[in-house]
Every structure is written in structure tokens, then in C-alpha cells.
């Protein structure tokens, strides 16, 4: 059947519009437009675009998509593939990353999409499911390192927008990203970059090569990317070298040396002289108002790391065989080595009474007191000698065949991908014993009786050696009870998928109808193993937990897509997944219907409709036991003193707010995550070269995982233990077996197994602008621009509990890693024969102050919103020769830090907002990019 072309010359002008307009490119996924394909020019005339199975030759669709180009990536300032999509304007929600050294994962880079879940994005290379990070997101949540991409590698990014489940399976609830590689160069090229920063630390050199050339019929293009980045150290920056110099209560200097009860005990005869060396000299007396004296420094937070010491190792080669006119072998693969240290310095590197003796007593002071001891760079022998390291090891492998079948319009892509990443975090403990022993040896002494105190609790009684409390330690009395030990996790993935399609499957009015079917199958699997002694309880103030779990699945997908009319284009997708796991089947189908309609030729207006689901990850289902404390009323024992659920607040202590254990383990029963999504918008090309576009978003999302309520277990466990319910009920048996209670009818554990529970809803705007024109002897100009606003996000964590307005409650804007209402970039770019500049900015909206997320308020004393955030990057570069570009480039150019946030205390060593804004600061680059041959 010959390709149809009706209806084409209703949307030519909007087409050529995107296509000149910078940042508007076609979203080129499993098969860009740089292949090398061998078939017949027929089959050339659609290719297959991120966002639908079916070859087609739209630019824009009924998806939603911007694109940003290996070009883009250097012009704005991007120093890698997670700071171009963390910059874009719909990651607008809070992700943690390298400056927050005390979380589970500060080696990984990822971003949040609209200020939903990360885990809510599918991320794709080259079409295919990226592998998942080993280490938990919160220690919860499965997500993808985005780290591991070689930039230099890169030909476009693909970023989707919207649930696009009916086509890409779990995962892709809040949108997809597509990261295609490149498959064809047309020169060997060397690509050196040297990069350091205004304010020290951060230094970066990075160097990339790659080649591809041509063997008869094989065809194969190989490159590799080094790049090595110094640490940055909080001292590197004024914001962070201390503690809070500006805030709502005086700068208050760290305890590394205190004896501290309802008061502080300055026992120093020396009142802290034997340890005014310590911390470079800045060790001395200090005190805090209404408590007393101690012995500290205010630049203690300066010993931590905001930035990570990287070294990384990237290689990636695509080759193909073109066997004859109809069948091609094809191969990828993505390797990828990373080494990061960090550290949290002295702020998680201490010893103290409160963990073993919950206080002991001294009677010389006749009260029970607490010993809190700091170690200070000099006695660990610099924070440098004991950073954390993680190590990974990642890689991908694609082997297919894809062609024709025979002379007809039907091509077929059969396909095999394994991914697997192997994480090893070497973190540096105290051992709880050795440390014990030796404090015990050196400052506590033997034990002199046990002291009852008012309340019943009994205490050891010291006589301490306060002399040798307040002294330096040598180094090798710190290393004699600290060291290393090794986690080791994994992630594996398998799949077998094969497509079949035709784009010109019959005719319609407004065109060929096309049709795509997809199956895949394949199985995946989770380990993290931490040392046996972590989960023995060795290390001294730290837990672990470990969690293993594998899982077969197998899905089927079916997409048309119907030219109804010249102008009207209806696109359809239906899918099945199903999951075998712990001996049943987790299944959930989804669906989408999308129209495109072009009433003439410069306007596009779009809608779609559809389903999206996130299957429970490995750790959902398979995460093994962790404990913690919480507190919550206890509703059976007020009961029984006269106080019913409603008055509880009014109950005696201590069960107006008992304290007790919960324990939280993996659950294999959960089901998958469900959403709604739906979008309209247009797309709007008025002249030539230019496009407006705008679309409006919107998920509702049910059934999300989250840990078990404590509270509404103790009221429903109330309700069955005084009659209310049915106390023989397998409901009040399922409660009644949650709840343990000694002897005396306290709690003493709860069990809080995770469970389909939450459920929240978002709705947002995204604007974008592009218009690329020559302005005569002056040369071209492009202007692109994009703006996204979070209208509405609501969240309920229980069917019971109110729905809290995200946007309007600062404690749970921060709580949900919600992030910013709104954000924009914009960039203007010049070029003219070997010159080309560009100018890109970027505005982060407002956010919550420290003083509004501590009182839940905007109108609270001192609470408020912080202004918004300006950041603009600045490039040039010169071909001297064809061969040869040089380039420069500032990030950051007017150097902005964090807005001035002075609601927080006196006692905060980083006064902003970690997981919103850094203080890196500015940043030069200089690069030089050399094609041989050219």
C-alpha cells in the first residue's frame, strides 16, 4: 500500500515551526534520526518517537513532549545529564542529592516531576527500561540514579510528561524520560573539560572520546567519558563554614564536650584550655542561654562535605549487522563505574551515656547527667581519612533484530535487555563494644551501684574522670574503636520483548491508520545485604536492613493510531501487566485515548485520557524488619480511666501519649499503585520558526504505600477489646495481633506492616515558548522559554484523615518533598559563523520559611515565604578551525546563594533548604571539542 499524505498540508507549517525552533525538536526515542538504517527509503519517511510505538512523521502529537538536545546540554551550562532534567521547569518537587551526606543515598542523583514520588518516573536509554539503583530513596523508596549516563554520549533527552503507563508499563505515573544515546558520528571526536568553582572545592576534569565507522555492513560507533570531581567541603562556603550567624536565636557553638541534665555542668578545671587546639584552634568555653557551660566550636559544621568527591568511568558502543533488506542485528551497551566519598563529619561522629545508661548517676553532683563527647578532625586524623565511599557498578546490554517483513508495510523489532548494578557502601561505624569498653576504662570507671530516681528508673552510679573527659584522644585510641564495613547490593532486570507495527496499516480520511502490538516478558531482582555485624546491632548508634526479593512479569500492549479526518487524529493504547510474585499474581491493565485535532494550519489542540499504575517495588514487598519509636495515645487504657477517643486528650499520663516500638517490614501483598491521568492543551505556530504550547495536567493517584497508621491501629484495637467490634472478627484478630502488651496491659510493640493506603491529587500548567530566526548580518537568534505552575496538589495519608492542601500547608509542603509552585527557565542564544552564545536562565517560585514549616503558618511570628530564586548560566564558543570549538562557561553567574532564610535558630549549620537550593555558588568551565578529519 503506498503511504498515504493526505491531511499533510494542515499541520506543514506548524512542523516546520517546531522543527527550526530551538528546543522544539521531534522526540526521536528508540530510533533517532542519526540510525544507519539500510532499509528502503519508504520506510524512512516515519520514524518511531518517544511516546508511541507506531513510525510516524508528526512532530507534535497528543503526548506532550520536550526535547532537549546534545547541543542544549553545553549551551545552557548543564554539567550532566541529572543537572539538565533537575534545571527543567517540571522538576519542581524536593530531591535529595549530594549535600544531604546523612541520607541513604548521597550518591545518587534523581528529581522529583511536579513534587510527586521519585519513584513515580520511568526513565528510559534508548527506549529501554533503565536499571534500578540498588539503595533505597529514604531508605523506602526504589528510584534510578541518574549519575550513571555519559553526557557526552548523549543525542537527545526525550521528557514526557503525564501517566504513560498504557504504553511503558509500571512506573511511568508522574511521566516518562527517554535518554537516547547516539548511534552515528560523522568524525572521531575528543571532548576535554576542566571546570572549577568562585569559592573553592569542586574542581572538575572530565575528557570523552568516541568514533564511529563502517565495516562493509557493520556498522559500529564506540565512546568512552572520564571525569573526576574534587569534594566540596561546608567550610568552602561562608552559608555553611558555621553555625547560623543570622538567625532567630544567638550562633550557637556545637557540644563536643558536655555534661549536660535539666542543665549543663561546666567540671573542667581547665575550663576547656587542654582542648583549645582542637578544631584548628576554635575549640574553647562556650555556653548556651539558660543551660550553662560546655566546651565547643562554632566551625564544627564546616568538616562536612556538600559536595562529593566523584570519579567516574563511563563506556558505551552500538553496533549494527545488516544481515540483508529486511533483517538488522543490533547491539548496546552502557557501562557505567562511579566512586563517591562523602562525609556528615563531626554532627554523626560522637560518643555518649544517653544510648547505654540513659543517664547515670553522679553523686558528687547528687543528679543523674549525661556525657556527650564530639571527635574533632585532629583526634579522627582529618574528616578527609574516614569519608564514606560508595562504589557502582552499572551496566546495560540490548541484542536484537529489527526489519521488514517481506515487501509489506509491516516491521517487526525483536529484542533481549539485561541491566544490572552492583553497589558497594563502605561506611565508616563506631563498634559499640570497643567504644564502650574504652570510655568506660578512660573516663567512666566501675560501676559504684544503681541509683532509683523519683520516677522509678533505676541509673549507674560514676565517679568519672572528668580531667580525662575534657582531654584530646590521641588518633589511635579513635581508630581502636572505629572502622569500615561493607553493604553490598544489587538490581537485575530481564526482559524478552518483541514489536510488530505498521504505519500504513489501511487508508482513512485524514490519512494512513497505523497499529503496533507489543509483547515482553522477563523477570528482575533486589538484594541488600548489609554487614552481619551492622544487623547484629555492632555498630554503635546505627541499625540496618536488609531485604532480598526476585519476581517474574509478562505484559502485552496494543496502540492504533486513526487519521479519522484531514483534521482529527485519534490515538488508542491498551495494556496488560501482570507480576508473579511470592507464589500469586499481581495484574493491572491500563489504557489511554488521545485526539490531536488541527482546525488549520498553525494550531494543534490536544487531549488525552488514560490510566497509569506503579507495581510495589522489591522493597515494598520483600524489605526486611526496621524498628523505630513513635508515641500515640493509648485508646484501650483511657478508656478504661473514663476517657473515650474523643477526650483523650485529656487523659493522665502516660497514656494521653505512650511511647512504644513500631516495627515495619516488607509486604508482599500489596497492589499496584493506580492513577488517572488526564491532559489537554495546543500547540500554536502563528509564523514560521516560532511555537507556543500549553497544556494542562492533571493525576489523581490511589492505593499508594505507606507504613500502617499507629493511631488508627490503637482505636481499632480499642473498639474490638471494649466490645464495639466484634472482638472474634478476623479484622479485630488481624488488629489485636498487632498490638503486644506486657504484663501490665502497656504497650510495648506495634507492628506497622506497609499497605495500599494514601492517595493524592495534582493538577499543573506547563507553558513553553520557541522562536529561531536570522536577524540579517547580525546572524540567528533563538529564544526559547518554559514555565510550569503546580495548581493544585492534595494528599490523604488515610481514608479517615483529612485532605491536606500541599500547597497551602508549609509543614507538609517540606513533609512531601512538594518543592516549588512554580518554576521557569528561558534562553536567548546567538550565532553567526564560527560564534555562537547563549544566555539561560532560571526561576525557582517561592517556597516555605524554616519559621512557617516549624508552626504550619504563614501568618506566625516570623514565618513566611522566601523569595524566588535566580540563577543564570552564560556560554560562548569559537571554531577557530571546522575541527576545532572552544568553549567557556559560567554557571551561576552572579553567583547566587540560597534566599536568606533568618528564621531559623541560632543552632542550624545549614540554614536553607538542602533539598531545594545548594550553595555551589559560580562555576567556570573551559572546553575543547576536536573532530579529527573535518
Request: glycine letters at 8%; charged letters at 15%.
Amino acid at each position: 500500500m503506498k503511504r498515504g499524505n493526505s491531511g499533510q498540508h494542515a499541520y506543514k507549517l506548524l512542523a516546520v515551526a517546531c522543527v527550526a525552533a530551538l528546543g522544539c525538536t521531534s522526540a526521536f526515542a528508540q530510533d533517532s534520526n542519526t540510525t544507519d538504517s539500510s532499509k528502503p527509503t519508504k520506510k524512512l519517511e516515519a520514524v518511531t518517537v518517544t511516546g508511541s510505538l507506531i513510525p510516524q512523521t508528526q512532530v507534535e502529537t497528543s503526548t506532550p513532549t520536550t526535547t532537549i538536545t546534545a547541543a542544549q546540554l553545553k549551551e545552557k551550562g548543564f554539567t550532566s545529564v541529572a543537572d539538565a532534567l533537575q534545571q527543567a521547569s517540571f522538576a519542581t518537587g524536593s530531591a535529595q542529592g549530594a549535600q544531604d551526606t546523612n541520607s541513604f543515598t548521597p550518591g545518587a542523583q534523581t528529581l522529583s516531576m511536579f513534587g510527586l514520588n521519585v519513584g513515580y518516573v520511568k526513565y528510559l536509554i534508548n527506549g529501554r527500561p533503565m536499571g534500578d539503583f540498588p539503595a533505597l530513596y529514604n531508605g523506602s523508596d526504589t528510584f534510578n540514579n541518574l549519575a550513571s549516563i555519559p553526557t557526552e554520549m548523549v543525542d537527545h533527552i526525550d521528557i514526557l510528561p503525564g501517566g504513560q503507563s498504557s504504553l511503558y508499563g509500571s512506573d511511568a505515573i508522574a511521566g516518562v524520560v527517554n535518554i537516547v544515546l547516539k548511534k552515528k558520528l560523522d568524525a572521531p571526536v575528543v571532548d576535554v573539560r576542566y571546570g572549577w568553582s568562585k569559592e573553592g572545592g569542586g574542581a572538575d576534569r572530565r575528557i570523552s572520546f568516541a568514533d564511529s565507522f563502517n565495516i562493509g555492513k557493520f556498522n559500529i560507533l564506540a565512546g568512552a567519558q572520564f571525569e573526576s570531581t574534587q569534594p566540596t567541603w561546608a567550610m568552602d562556603r561562608s552559608l555553611t563554614a558555621t553555625f547560623n550567624k543570622h538567625g532567630t536565636s544567638p550562633e550557637t557553638a556545637s557540644r563536643d564536650y558536655l555534661v549536660s541534665s535539666n542543665k549543663y555542668y561546666m567540671l573542667d578545671p581547665n575550663r576547656c584550655a587542654l582542648v583549645s587546639n582542637q578544631f584548628r584552634g576554635t575549640e574553647g568555653l562556650q555556653s548556651r542561654a539558660g543551660k550553662g557551660e560546655y566546651c565547643g566550636s562554632f566551625y564544627s559544621p564546616g568538616y562536612a562535605t556538600i559536595g562529593n568527591d566523584s570519579k567516574t568511568a563511563q563506556a558505551y558502543t552500538h553496533a549494527t549487522f545488516d544481515v540483508n533488506e529486511n533483517i538488522q542485528l543490533y547491539g548496546d551497551f552502557l557501562y557505567s563505574y562511579q566512586q563517591q566519598k562523602f562525609t556528615n563529619g563531626p554532627a554523626t561522629t560522637w560518643w555518649g551515656t544517653s544510648a547505654s545508661y540513659n543517664g547515670y548517676y553522679d553523686p558528687n553532683l547528687d543528679d543523674v547527667v549525661d556525657l556527650q563527647r564530639g571527635f574533632t578532625p585532629e583526634e579522627v586524623g582529618g574528616y578527609k581519612s574516614i569519608m564514606n565511599k560508595t562504589t557502582e557498578n552499572t551496566y546495560m546490554l540490548v541484542l536484537g533484530a529489527k526489519g521488514g517483513i517481506g515487501a509489506s508495510n509491516w516491521d517487526y523489532d525483536i529484542s533481549f535487555t539485561h541491566s544490572n548494578d552492583q553497589l558497594i557502601e563502605r561506611n565508616f561505624y563506631r563498634w559499640s563494644d570497643p567504644i564502650e569498653a574504652y570510655f568506660s576504662d578512660h573516663i567512666l570507671g566501675p560501676s559504684l551501684g544503681t541509683y532509683v530516681d523519683d520516677d522509678g528508673a533505676p541509673h549507674d552510679i560514676f565517679n568519672p574522670n572528668y580531667g580525662a573527659f575534657y582531654s584530646p584522644i590521641p588518633n589511635s585510641d579513635f581508630r581502636s574503636f572505629t572502622g569500615y564495613a561493607d553493604t553490598r547490593s544489587k538490581s537485575w532486570d530481564n526482559m524478552l520483548r518483541a514489536v510488530v507495527t505498521n504505519a500504513s496499516l489501511m487508508e482513512m480520511p485524514g490519512g494512513d491508520a497505523g497499529v503496533a502490538f507489543l509483547v515482553e516478558g522477563g523477570n528482575q531482582g533486589w538484594d541488600y545485604s548489609p554487614d552481619p555485624r551492622l544487623m547484629a546491632g555492632d555498630a554503635w548508634g546505627t541499625s540496618a536492613i536488609q531485604g532480598a526479593g526476585h519476581r517474574s512479569r509478562y505484559a502485552a500492549t496494543t496502540e492504533l493510531r486513526l487519521p479519522l479526518l484531514n483534521q482529527l487524529t485519534m490515538n488508542a493504547s491498551l495494556r496488560y501487566d501482570a507480576f508473579n510474585v511470592a507464589n500469586s499474581t499481581v495484574s493491572k491493565p491500563t489504557y489511554s485515548v488521545g485526539f490531536e485535532y488541527r482546525p488549520f494550519d498553525a494550531l494543534l489542540l490536544r487531549a488525552k485520557y488514560g490510566s497509569a499504575f506503579k507495581v510495589p517495588t522489591l522493597a515494598d514487598e520483600f524489605q526486611g524488619q526496621s524498628t523505630g519509636y513513635n508515641f500515640a495515645p493509648d485508646y484501650y487504657n483511657c478508656a478504661l480511666r473514663g476517657y473515650a477517643a474523643g477526650n483523650v486528650q485529656n487523659c493522665p499520663a502516660p497514656y494521653d501519649s505512650y511511647q512504644f516500638m513500631i516495627v515495619t517490614n516488607g509486604n508482599p501483598k500489596l497492589q499496584p499503585i493506580t492513577a488517572t491521568t488526564w491532559t489537554y492543551g495546543l500547540v500554536w505556530a502563528p509564523v514560521s520558526r516560532m511555537s507556543v504550547t500549553a497544556d494542562y495536567f492533571h493525576w489523581s493517584i490511589n492505593n499508594e504505600v505507606q507504613p500502617q497508621d499507629p493511631d488508627m491501629i490503637l482505636r481499632q484495637e480499642a473498639l474490638c477489646r471494649l466490645g464495639d467490634l466484634n472482638i472474634q472478627s478476623p479484622t479485630c484478630a488481624a488488629t489485636l495481633n498487632q498490638v503486644t502488651r506486657d504484663a501490665n496491659g502497656n504497650i510495648t510493640q506495634i507492628a506497622t506492616p506497609k499497605v495500599n493506603i494514601a492517595s493524592e491529587k495534582l493538577d499543573a500548567l506547563v507553558v513553553g515558548f520557541n522562536y529561531a530566526f536570522k536577524a540579517g548580518d547580525f546572524g540567528n537568534i533563538a529564544l526559547n522559554a518554559s514555565y510550569s505552575d503546580v495548581l493544585k496538589h492534595t494528599v490523604q495519608a488515610n481514608p479517615s484523615d483529612p485532605v491536606i492542601d500541599v500547597l497551602r500547608s508549609p509543614f507538609y509542603n517540606i513533609w512531601y518533598s512538594a518543592g516549588f509552585k512554580t518554576k521557569a527557565n528561558a534562553s536567548l542564544t546567538w550565532s553567526k559563523d564560527a560564534w555562537s552564545a547563549t544566555l539561560y536562565g532560571n526561576r525557582y517560585g517561592s517556597t516555605p520559611n524554616y519559621q512557617a514549616y516549624n508552626t504550619d503558618s504563614y501568618t506566625a511570628p516570623g514565618a513566611g515565604k522566601l523569595v524566588p530564586w535566580m540563577i543564570y548560566n552564560a556560554s560562548v564558543s569559537y571554531s577557530p578551525i571546522p575541527s576545532l570549538t572552544l568553549s567557556f562557561m559560567v554557571d551561576n553567574l552572579f553567583n547566587k546563594m540560597p534566599p536568606k532564610d533568618n528564621s531559623y535558630p541560632g543552632t542550624a549549620n545549614q540554614p536553607y533548604n538542602s533539598d531545594n537550593y545548594n550553595v555551589y555558588g559560580r562555576s567556570y568551565f573551559v572546553e575543547a571539542t576536536y573532530k579529527f578529519g573535518k
